[in-house]
């Protein structure tokens, strides 16, 4: 929780889901994930079966999760974890010149 009031405090959270959705929108997810929409909703059709939007979108969540392009997943983690790692440091570094009170 920490790490996201960091991220949501520089402004960095913007930046990054910024970033990550200009490239999920260039990358073929989108076209991906509507074909599977209409894939579900054609099968369902032809099985004379209906289908109310949030079994659709039950479904489509782990569909959208697994259309995300495995390098971009890979970028937004290494982004995040230099972000936390940032943290760590500074904090690590502002404990170490924090005088304890133990010097005279």
């Known amino acids: 929780m920490q790490y996201l009031h960091q991220l949501e405090t520089t402004g960095e959270i913007y930046s990054i889901h910024h970033q990550f959705k200009a490239r999920l929108a260039s990358s073929e997810w989108r076209g991906r994930f509507r074909a599977r929409a209409k894939q579900i909703l054609r099968e369902r059709q032809q099985d ?41 440091d500074k904090d690590e570094s502002a404990r170490s010149a924090t005088p304890t009170g133990n010097e005279k």
């Open 48 to 88: 004379d079966e209906k289908i109310s939007m949030e079994q659709l979108i039950r479904e489509m969540v782990p569909v959208g999760r697994e259309c995300v392009p495995g390098e971009l997943k890979s970028d937004l983690i290494r982004r995040l974890e230099s972000v936390i790692d940032d943290k760590d």
